[in-house]
C-alpha cells in the first residue's frame, strides 16, 4: 500500500480504503445495503470512484454486488465460513512451513511481536486492536514464506477473515486465540514443526465454530440494514 498512500493516491483508493476500513473495523455491519448515492454525498465524492471501489472490494470478498439489488457488506452463511476456514487452513499451513524453512528467524520475530501485541490489547480491553494484531499473527508465515502464489491467494479471503475477526468475535474467544498463538510459537520454538502445523491448523478450524454463531444471510436481501453511513463522514487528506 504504501506506494498508493502518498498526496497522489487517486481518489478511488482513498475511497476504497476508507470503505475497506468501515467494513473490518465495524463501522459498517455485516450485510448493510450500500448505495453508490449516499455513500458519494456522504464521502464528499462523484459516484464513479465509488463505483469502483465497490467494484474492487467485491474482488476482495468484502462487497456482494447482487443484480437488480445492488451492494451489501458481505454476510457469510456458515457454509461459507466453514469454508472459507478450510482454504485458510490449506494456505497457512503450507505458508508456515516455508516461512520456517526460509525465513526462520523473521517469522518468529513477526509472530511473537503479534502474539504479544494482542495479549497486550486483550489485557487493555482494546477490541479492535486484538483483532488487528490477530491479522498480523496469520500474515508472519505469508509475509516470510517467499511464494507469491500463496501470497495471493490468501489476499483473496484475508479481508473477509480480518472482518469477521472485528465482527464475529468477542473478548472471550479473543483470549482463548490469543492464548492458542503462544502455543504455536512455542512449538515452533522447540523445533516442532509438526505440532505447530496441527496447532494452526486446529487454531484456524475453530475459528470456523467461533464465527458461525452469529446470524445467516437474511432470506430477502431487501430486508437489509441500510445505514446511514453519517458516522463515516466525508474523506479527509
Ligand atoms: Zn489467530
Redesign the pocket.
Known sequence: MAKDSGPRASLTVRVTERLRRAILDGELELGDALSEDKLATTLGVSRSPVREALATLEQQGLIDVRPQRGSFVFLPTREDTENLCEFRRTIEVDALRLAMGRRRAETLTAMKAAAED?QAAWEEDAYLRSARA?DQ??AAAMENCGNPYLVNAYRLVSGKVAAL?SHRSNLPTRNQ??K??FIIIDKLEAGDLAGATNALSA??LK?AERYSHEPVRPSNGRTARSPTLDHIGPLLD
Open positions: 494482542m490477530d499473527f496469520h475477526r486465540a490469543s492458542e498463538h487454531h484456524i475459528m
